[in-house]
């Protein structure tokens, strides 16, 4: 490997092992793979660019926009032409994941969800440091310069990673500039020499200082660690705790969460856990059908939907009335909660509409007016709260659904908003499915029965996502669970101008004693609100074989937010659901989340699919290879001529003698010849016979005097061919004349121009000009059969008219 080689793999690794630090950031760590594709991509970049005879400062330049390209393919790529080919609108499309993530960074605390917004920031973070340290370190060859980048990308992470931060991640970081600052010493020795001072015995070789210097490394990074551990704390250093911090101060417009309420529950669906997070009781007699709400997302941007409104306000001890209920004198019901110890950060479960929360300390807690979630300050733990609920008992009949009046003018506008670029299947289903329907609520309905027939399956192992691209997949491929449905439902009743949101929570809890209810790490849920007027958001449940089915009855005693336990007829087919186990182990509840089956049934756990795995960056690998084989033709046409040239000839009768080559052989070798001095710097001169212009190639390159004659030897050969009589055989060994009048060629180009001659050989041209030679051909063959055709068509009928006008009009 040359040196300049062992930098770029000792820089790209450096980025990787410093881009370490930021692994706690997240919840996943899907994203590293991502921006580990993304630094090699970037490395080979700078390979290809640096071989070529362009300026240096074309290499970053080059790089930069490689990875442009590589961050619309991975986050733009419903934008992209054809999914790979960027333009205006995939600029747009980036540009708002972007703002999602700026937004994301405001409403988080560490570990955060693993939103495309951040995961956007943290791989074009990593590029854009993987561009600087291969430009500092391999393209102006100052390794230790590198060091700053990597030190800036390790402090960032460190201090947002705070608490979460580790020693582990210094090391690792540590240990990568060592490599490059080692690579780097090796390439300036071998510069110098093998031998500094001293006879045979006081022979210092660049072996020895390589090792001394590897030593001195590993003792300041040991000295780096250990260190710290005797001198007082101050808080002040790269490794202390102290830089991080909750990002939320509870006192402003902005709340942070580690909870995403769509995309950290994609993780908890895919990879569902019987701990138990919460109990509760209920003094309802629908108490196990009613949800528990965590939060409402009422925004969708074509990325994801989220939580639109950025303020919130001290925790009242009544809450306000629901949004949208007119009638203040509903009926209440009560809740007494208690939180384990298995659930650490989480908005807080209560039934909906809420009308009053009873807490420990409501000065922890803040209120978001505009969809009455109860969101904690910072990041704030809510293990083993113990809290009261008093609910509404809303029960509207599913007629007075059907007459509910039209929603106000600003309700629509804000709850029926849809990005641009919603894919027009969303819409063109929405309407083909709510056809036959007269009303918004027999829409909703009709919607609920679609998604839960015997065309879509509830299925895990897909990938997760709830914008406009995971949309459009969910409704091809019709599978997918309750954050696909819940999402596709919402946007698709804001097709309809059905005012939707989405709202994330648990379905109802496990009866223990009738009284009590458990709930686990499988009941967590994602539906969709639709806003009625007069009752304000009702809950619909679109999701096969979990959670409630939704049905609101015609009587009045029916319930609504609670619906009642007899499912749709389309919910309860054997298509949409599992088949239900006969053993009396299997409780309804079991039944309800499709948990019952075989024994030997598990569960799938894929839920974090690696970055490698999704379309786009098959997308994006499938482009670069392309790229890559495109770049690459030249070269591979050109060593394929020379192998076909400098083929064997024909032994003569016998066996025994010289091999007798063709014209045909003559002539290749001597094309071979040309071609070659062509490709390092000397072009072809036609006017010129081919012993002058063996003779300009000698003069031009220097050749030696073995070279010199080769060249010789081939020029003969080729003039007696072109001019002697025929029947001349040659039997000169002429390939082997022209590996060595190349060899000698190559020796006077230099190293770039040899790697030029090599991946950007200039007698490739003559393949462009085949091709547009065949193409020209191809037209005027076509344009002559298309003149046939229609002479043989239209010929006759001209004759007769020909005919006719001589004859004149007698005839």
Not at 627 to 648: D, K, S, Y
Request: include cysteine.
């Amino acid at each position: 490997m040359t040196t300049r080689a062992k930098l770029t793999v000792y820089s790209a690794l450096a980025t990787v092992l410093a881009s370490l630090c930021m692994l706690p950031l997240l919840t996943t760590r899907s994203w590293l793979t991502h921006a580990v594709l993304v630094v090699g991509v970037i490395s080979a970049v700078g390979v290809g660019v640096r071989r070529s005879p362009l300026y240096r400062w074309s290499v970053p330049v080059a790089q930069v926009l490689v990875l442009l390209l590589l961050v619309l393919i991975g986050f733009a790529g419903s934008g992209m032409t054809a999914g790979v080919l960027p333009g205006a609108n995939a600029l747009r499309v980036l540009s708002r994941v972007f703002s999602s993530g700026i937004d994301d960074i405001g409403q988080y605390a560490i570990p955060a969800p693993p939103t495309a917004g951040l995961r956007l920031i943290l791989v074009s973070a990593v590029g854009l440091i993987a561009v600087l340290v291969d430009t500092i370190a391999v393209t102006y060859r100052r390794a230790a310069l590198a060091g700053l980048p990597l030190l800036a990308l390790f402090s960032i992470g460190n201090a947002l990673a705070g608490e979460h931060g580790s020693w582990v991640w210094f090391c690792l970081a540590a240990a990568g500039y060592l490599a490059l600052l080692f690579a780097e010493g090796q390439d300036r020795v071998s510069r110098w020499g093998r031998v500094f001072r001293g006879g045979a015995r006081g022979t210092v070789s660049s072996n020895h200082v390589s090792l001394g210097g590897q030593q001195v490394g590993v003792l300041a990074l040991a000295l780096a660690l250990l260190l710290p551990v005797f001198l007082p704390r101050w808080d002040l250093g790269l490794l202390g705790s102290g830089s991080g911090g909750s990002s939320g101060s509870g006192t402003g417009g902005s709340v942070a969460t580690s909870l995403d309420p769509l995309v950290s529950l994609e993780s908890a669906i895919t990879k569902p856990s019987n701990n138990e997070l919460l109990s509760y009781t209920l003094d309802s007699d629908l108490a196990d059908q009613i949800y528990l709400r965590t939060g409402s997302l009422d925004q969708f941007d074509g990325a994801n939907w989220k939580l639109s409104s950025a303020v919130v306000r001290d925790l009242p001890v009544t809450l306000p009335a629901p949004e949208g209920l007119h009638d203040p004198n509903v009926p209440r019901i009560k809740g007494d909660f208690q939180v384990g110890d298995q659930l650490e950060k989480s908005w807080l479960p209560m039934p909906y509409p809420a009308a009053s929360v009873t807490l420990p300390d409501r000065n922890d807690w803040k209120l978001d007016p505009m969809t009455g979630t109860v969101v904690p300050v910072g990041d704030k733990a809510i293990r083993g709260l113990h809290y009261q609920v008093s609910a509404l008992d809303l029960r509207p009949t599913a007629d007075e659904l059907r007459t509910a009046p039209l929603a106000p003018q600003d309700v629509r506008e804000r709850y029926t908003a849809l990005p641009s670029d919603l894919p027009s299947v969303v819409a063109d289903q929405a309407r083909a499915v709510t056809a036959n329907a007269r009303n918004d609520y027999d829409r909703a309905t009709a919607l609920v029965n679609w998604f839960t027939g015997p065309q879509f399956k509830y299925d895990t192992s897909v990938e997760g996502g709830t914008g406009s691209n995971a949309i459009a997949v969910f409704l091809r491929d019709r599978r997918g669970f309750c954050v696909h449905f819940a999402s596709t439902m919402a946007a698709m009743a804001r097709v309809l101008k059905i005012p939707a949101r989405v709202a994330v929570g648990f379905t109802p809890g496990d009866t223990k004693d009738g009284k009590r209810y458990s709930v686990t790490g499988r009941m967590y849920h994602a539906w969709p609100e639709l806003y009625f007027s007069g009752y304000g958001w009702m809950r619909f449940e679109p999701t096969p074989s979990r959670g409630v089915p939704t049905r609101y009855t015609e009587a009045s005693s029916a319930p609504t937010t609670a619906p009642t336990q007899q499912p749709t007829a389309a919910a309860t087919s054997a298509a949409a659901a599992p088949a239900p186990s006969s053993s009396s182990d299997c409780t309804a509840k079991q039944r309800q989340l499709g948990d019952c089956g075989p024994k030997g049934k598990v569960v799938s756990q894929a839920a974090e699919e690696s970055w490698l795995l999704s379309g786009q960056v098959l997308g994006t690998l499938a482009v670069v290879l392309a790229l890559i084989a495109l770049l690459l033709v030249p070269m591979f046409w050109r060593t394929a001529v020379r192998r076909r040239r400098l083929g064997g000839g024909r032994r003569r009768p016998g066996g025994d003698g010289p091999t007798e080559l063709t014209d045909t052989q003559v002539l290749a070798a001597w094309d071979e010849l040309v071609d070659s001095a062509w490709d390092l710097g000397i072009p072809p001169d036609e006017s010129r016979t081919p012993r002058s212009a063996a003779r300009r190639i000698t003069e031009t390159a220097h050749l030696d005097a073995e070279a010199a004659a080769a060249a010789g030897r081939l020029a003969l050969a080729t003039e007696r061919v072109l001019y002697a009589p025929a029947g001349q055989a040659t039997t000169a060994p002429l390939a082997a004349d022209v590996r060595t009048a190349r060899r000698a060629l190559q020796a006077d180009a230099g190293r770039r121009g040899r790697i030029r001659a090599l991946l950007l050989p200039p007698s490739s041209a003559q393949l462009w000009w085949r091709i547009s030679d065949e193409v020209r051909a191809a037209r005027t063959a076509v344009a002559t059969r298309t003149g046939r055709a229609v002479e043989a068509v239209t010929g006759p009928v001209r004759r007769v008219f020909t005919r006719r006008e001589r004859s004149g009009p007698g005839a």
